[in-house]
C-alpha cells in the first residue's frame, strides 16, 4: 500500500450520494448517522480515507486534461504535496508557499486580495489576474485495496466548494455541471472503474465559487483568503459494499411523558441497489437486546428509505428509557444502533451508530419569544455564534479543546451559520451535551433569492437534502434556521419545509433568525437586533418590550434588551489579553492602536475598535500603552458579557434565548469571542462563567434588584444570601442576609438595595450565596460608578446604542498597591495535570481583578488551552482562595509549571 493511505474498518460510513442526493428517513436520534462495524466479513467494512499525499497544482500550470491527469502516464513534477481536507490557500500556507495569513496585515499581501479592506469577499468578483480566478487540479495516487473484487465501490466527497471535474483512471465520472454546491456532499459508484489491488490515479479540477454562487461566506466577521475557500475542503474516501450499500441509519423519537414514562421509535434507513437487477434482502436491525427485521425488495438502481414503527414493531416501544438531555440538565445517554442488510443470507452491508432518545418541542410563547423545551422541560438557549477556522483548517485536539471551553462556561448551546461542521464536531456535541442551531448563511448569493437562476434552486434544494439527511440524526441538533437576515420567500420557503418534511426533520425549523414573519409559517418567535457594537452592562434591563429605545432604528422583534429569543448579539469588541495582541499583531504595531488592530476587527460597520476603544477611555481612563490598554479591554468585557448573559437569565422565560456574537474566531481578532483563536480565555470567558453558575445572585443594572437565578433542575432549600456594600477604600457601606428557597429552573427577585449615603465615587457590591451547609454556591462582585452612566435612546441603530453619559471607574487607580501570598502545587492524573493555586491577601485593601497565568516554563510561555476554575476575580481584605487549573500535562516544557499573578493592583 502506498505510503499515506490508510485502510480503516469503516467508522463513518455515511456518505450521500451523488446526484441523487437521498431521501427519506425520519430521525432524531442517531449520533453517527452511518459507523459500521468491523465485524461481520464480507459486508463493506473497508475505508480507505484519501488524506495524504495528494498533489496540488493551478491549472495555469498544467496544460494536460483531466483524462491524462488521471493516468499512471502524468508525472506531477513541482506539484505542491497535500494534505486533504484543505483549501487551496491552507495548503500553499501550510507548506510555506504564503506567509502567515493571521500575523498582522499578511494577508493584504497576497496575490488576489485585492478586495476593500473589511468588504463582504463572496459578494465582490475575483480579479482575472488572481491565481484563484483559473481551477486548480489535485491529483492522488493510491493502491485499492484487493478485498475490493466483486464489491461495489463507493468513492465519496464530503465537500467540494465550489465546482468540479472528477476523473478516474483516465475517465471521467462527474462534471462541473453536475458537482457544484459547497454544501453537497456526493458519493459516486466507482466499481467498474477503479482497480481493485493495484494502483489508481484519481484527479480533481476544482473551480472557486463565484459572487453569484451559493458558497461559503463569513459575512462581516473576518477577511476571507483569496481563494474563496476553494478546494476539496472536507473528507475523501473509498468505501465498499455489496450489490446493496446501506445509509443514514437513524432513530426517531416520541415520547408519552409524564403519562407513561415511555418512548415510541422509529427507525429508518436508507437502502441503494448499486446494480441494474431487481435485489430481494432482509433489512435488520439492534438496539442493545430489541432486535427487528423485515424483507425488503429493491427495484434496479432504486434508493429506497425503510422504516420499522413502533405501530408494526412493538418492542420499539421503550419502558423508562434512558433519555438524552443537554449537560445542563442531565446526562446525554446514548444507545447503539447495529444495522445490517442480507442479500441471500449474506450481509451486503452493515452499519454501527449511536442515537439518544429525547424530543425537542417549541412554541411561540404569550411575550412573542420562542421557547424550547427539551424532554418537556424548559430550557433557556445561552449560547455562542461558532465560526470554523478562516481557512476551513481541521483540528480534532483543537475541537475538543473549544468543546470543554464551551460546557466549563456554562453554555448550553453552539449556533452555526451556515457553516455547517464536520462529523467529529457532532459526533461530540452529542457526546458532551451541547445544543446545535444550526441553519444557512446571511449576506450573500444564499440570500439573493431574486438572482437565482434554475440551477440554483436545484443546488440549494440538493444542499439541504445533503444536510438534513447528515444531521437529523444527532440528538444534539435542535433547530433548523432556513434563513438567516432573512426568511426566503414563499417559493422557496415552501420548497425547503417539504424536503424537510420529506427527510422527516425530527426538530423544530425556524424561518430565519430574524423577527421577520412569513406567509407560510407566520412569526418566528426569534430576533436579530444586534446590538454587536459596544453597549453599556445596563442596556439589556433598561430596554425592556414596553419601550424606552428608539424601535424604528431596532430590527423586527424589538431591540436587544433581554426578551424573547436573541439569536445574535454581543456587547461588540473582545481585545483579547495582550499576550495575544502581542501574537497577532507584532512589535511594531503594538501601540497606540493603529490600522494593522483595526484590521483585525471586523466588516462593514465594524472595522475598527473606535466605539470600544472611546467607552473604555472615558470609563477607565485613557491608557498610554498597549498593556494598560487591554488589561481595561479585560474589565469592559468581562462587565458587558456578565450583564448580558446575567439580564437573559434573570428574565426567563420572558426571555428564552440568546447567542453571544461570537463564542470563537475564525483567526486573530480584536472582536466578538468569549475566547480568542489562540484558545487564551479573557475576561469575556470569565464574565460568562460567572453569569452562568448553576446558582447565581444578581445585581440589576436597571433598579438596584438582587436577584437569584437557579439553572439547575433540582430545589434548594435553605439557602442564605448576602448583600455587602463596600467603599473603594473598603469600608463597609451596607449588609443584608437573606433565607431563600430556591426552586428548580428559577428566578426570584430578593430585595432592592437602598439609597446608601456617602457611597465613594467607585464602590462595589460583593454577593455571597452559600448552602445550608455553609458550603458557597454562587457569588458575584460588582464594580459601580457614582456617577450615573445613561444610553442615548434616541441615536439608536440596529447595531448598538451609543453611550451619553459614561460611569466613571478612573477611582480605581486609587487602589493600594496589594502584595498577595501565593502559594501552588501540581498533581497529576494521567494525561491531565491540575494546578492547585493558593491566593490570600493580606492587606486591608482590595486585590481588584485578579488574572491567574499558568506558564509551561520560568520563560512565561502560557499554557494553553487550560480550564481555570475561576480567573479576573477580587479578593477582599484578609480573603482566601483556593482555585485550580486544569491542563494537558504534554503542555509543559519541564516538570513543574509556573504560576504567574497579576492584577489591576496587585504587585
Known amino acids: 500500500m502506498k505510503s499515506g493511505i490508510r485502510l480503516t474498518f469503516i467508522l463513518r460510513l455515511s456518505a450521500q450520494l451523488l446526484l441523487v442526493s437521498c431521501l427519506g428517513s425520519h430521525l432524531l436520534l442517531a449520533a453517527d448517522p452511518a459507523a459500521s462495524h468491523p465485524s461481520a466479513p464480507g459486508a463493506g467494512v473497508d475505508k480507505l480515507i484519501l488524506g495524504e499525499h495528494w498533489s496540488l497544482q493551478s491549472s495555469a500550470k498544467v496544460e494536460a486534461k483531466g483524462e491524462i491527469v488521471s493516468t499512471a502516464a502524468f508525472i506531477p513534477h513541482g506539484w505542491h504535496d497535500v494534505t486533504v481536507p484543505s483549501t487551496v490557500v491552507a495548503a500553499l500556507v501550510k507548506d510555506k508557499t504564503l506567509p502567515d495569513p493571521f500575523f498582522a496585515m499578511n494577508l493584504r499581501e497576497f496575490a488576489g486580495v485585492t478586495y476593500p479592506i473589511g468588504g463582504n469577499f463572496s459578494n465582490i468578483a475575483m480579479e482575472p489576474e488572481s491565481p484563484y480566478a483559473v481551477s486548480w487540479w489535485y491529483r492522488k495516487q493510491f493502491a485499492a485495496p484487493a478485498s475490493y473484487s466483486g464489491k461495489t465501490v463507493w468513492l465519496n466527497f464530503k465537500g467540494i466548494n465550489y465546482r468540479a471535474n472528477i476523473w478516474l483512471n483516465g475517465k471521467q465520472i462527474a462534471n462541473s455541471d453536475d458537482v457544484a454546491g459547497a454544501w453537497r456532499t456526493y458519493e459516486f459508484n466507482v466499481t467498474n472503474t477503479v482497480k481493485p489491488g493495484s494502483e489508481n490515479f484519481l484527479a480533481v479540477q476544482v473551480f472557486a465559487p463565484t459572487e453569484n454562487d451559493l458558497a461559503i461566506t463569513f459575512v462581516d466577521w473576518n477577511p476571507a483568503p483569496p481563494d474563496k475557500n476553494m478546494g476539496l475542503w472536507s473528507e475523501v474516501y473509498l468505501a465498499s459494499s455489496g450489490p446493496v450499500a446501506l445509509r443514514y441509519p437513524t432513530v426517531v423519537s416520541k415520547l408519552n411523558l409524564p403519562a407513561d414514562n415511555s418512548a415510541q421509535l422509529t427507525v429508518t434507513a436508507q437502502l441503494k441497489n448499486s446494480t441494474d437487477r431487481p435485489v430481494k434482502g432482509k433489512l435488520k436491525g439492534l438496539i442493545e437486546r430489541v432486535d427487528f427485521e423485515q424483507e425488503i425488495e429493491l ?302 476587527a471586523g466588516g462593514g460597520e465594524f472595522k475598527t475598535i473606535q466605539v470600544f476603544s472611546d467607552a473604555l477611555a472615558n470609563r477607565y481612563g485613557k491608557s498610554d500603552n498597549a498593556e494598560d490598554f487591554a488589561e481595561k479591554s479585560q474589565l469592559q468585557t468581562y462587565e458587558g458579557v456578565r450583564a448580558m448573559y446575567e439580564a437573559y437569565s434573570r428574565n426567563k422565560y420572558e426571555a428564552t434565548g440568546v447567542i453571544q456574537w461570537m463564542l470563537n474566531n475564525a483567526w486573530p481578532s480584536m472582536i466578538w469571542h468569549l475566547y480568542d483563536y489562540y484558545l487564551r480565555p479573557g475576561g469575556g470567558y470569565f464574565g460568562a462563567k460567572r453569569a452562568m453558575e448553576a446558582l447565581h445572585p444578581v445585581y440589576g443594572y436597571d433598579d438596584r434588584s438582587i436577584w437569584v437565578v437557579s439553572s439547575q433542575y433540582e430545589d434548594v432549600k435553605g439557602l442564605k444570601l448576602t448583600t455587602k456594600i463596600y467603599n473603594l477604600d473598603m469600608t463597609e457601606k451596607f449588609s443584608h442576609e437573606d433565607s431563600i428557597d430556591a426552586a428548580a429552573d428559577s428566578t426570584a427577585k430578593i430585595f432592592t438595595l437602598p439609597e446608601v449615603e456617602g457611597l465613594s465615587p467607585v464602590y462595589f457590591v460583593a454577593l455571597r450565596l452559600a448552602d445550608s451547609a455553609g458550603k458557597q454556591v454562587g457569588s458575584n462582585f460588582y464594580w459601580l460608578s457614582s456617577k450615573p452612566e445613561t444610553l442615548d435612546w434616541a441615536k439608536t441603530t440596529w447595531w448598538m446604542t451609543p453611550t451619553d453619559s459614561f460611569a466613571d471607574f478612573t477611582a480605581l487607580s486609587q487602589l493600594p498597591k496589594v502584595k498577595l501570598k501565593v502559594m501552588s502545587r501540581t498533581e497529576r492524573k494521567g494525561e491531565e495535570s491540575i494546578a492547585h493555586v493558593r491566593l490570600e491577601n493580606p492587606s486591608k485593601s482590595l486585590a481588584f481583578f485578579v488574572r491567574m497565568k499558568l506558564d509551561k516554563n520560568v520563560k512565561g510561555d502560557e499554557i494553553l488551552p487550560v480550564i481555570w476554575e475561576d480567573n479576573y476575580f477580587s479578593l477582599l481584605p484578609g480573603e482566601k482562595r483556593e482555585v485550580t487549573a486544569r491542563y494537558r500535562t504534554s503542555e509543559l516544557d519541564t516538570g513543574k509549571s509556573v504560576v504567574e499573578v497579576s492584577g489591576f493592583n496587585v504587585e
Open 299 to 600: 427495484a434496479p438502481n432504486q434508493i429506497k428509505d425503510v422504516s420499522f414503527t413502533s405501530d408494526q414493531f412493538p418492542q420499539l416501544t421503550f419502558s423508562n428509557p434512558r433519555l438524552w438531555w443537554p449537560a445542563q440538565m442531565g446526562k446525554p445517554n446514548l444507545y447503539p444502533l447495529t444495522m445490517t442488510f442480507e442479500v441471500n443470507g449474506a450481509v451486503s452491508d452493515h452499519s454501527r451508530t449511536e442515537f439518544g432518545i429525547r424530543q425537542v418541542t417549541s412554541e411561540v410563547n404569550a411575550n412573542g419569544g420562542r421557547a424550547f423545551h427539551i424532554n418537556g422541560k424548559n430550557i433557556l438557549i445561552r449560547g455562542g455564534g461558532w465560526t470554523p477556522d478562516m481557512m476551513l483548517r481541521e483540528n480534532s485536539q483543537r475541537l475538543q479543546d473549544e468543546f470543554r471551553y464551551v460546557r466549563d462556561m456554562g453554555l448550553n448551546t453552539v449556533r452555526l451559520e451556515g457553516k455547517l461542521e464536520t462529523q467529529e464536531f457532532f459526533d461530540l456535541a452529542d457526546h458532551e451535551g451541547i445544543l446545535v442551531m444550526a441553519g444557512w448563511c446571511c449576506c450573500d448569493f444564499w440570500e439573493r433569492w431574486n438572482r437565482w437562476k434554475p440551477q440554483d434552486f436545484e443546488i440549494a434544494q440538493q444542499s439541504l437534502r445533503d444536510q438534513i439527511y447528515r444531521l437529523r440524526s444527532h440528538p444534539s441538533l435542535v433547530m433548523w434556521l432556513n434563513g438567516s437576515d432573512n426568511p426566503p420567500p414563499p417559493d422557496v420557503e415552501q420548497m425547503y419545509l417539504d424536503i424537510e418534511t420529506k427527510l422527516l426533520w425530527p426538530n423544530p425549523v425556524v424561518s430565519s433568525a430574524t423577527g421577520k414573519a412569513t406567509t407560510v409559517t407566520g412569526d418566528s418567535g426569534v430576533k436579530m437586533t444586534g446590538p454587536y457594537e459596544y453597549v453599556a452592562p445596563s442596556y439589556w434591563e433598561q430596554d425592556t418590550p414596553q419601550g424606552q429605545p428608539n424601535r424604528k432604528q431596532c430590527n423586527p422583534g424589538g431591540c436587544g434588551g433581554a426578551y424573547g429569543f436573541n439569536t445574535e448579539t454581543s456587547m461588540g469588541p473582545a481585545v483579547p489579553p495582550i499576550e495575544s495582541i502581542r501574537t497577532m499583531i507584532g512589535r511594531d504595531h503594538l501601540w497606540p492602536v493603529d490600522d494593522t488592530w483595526n484590521y483585525h
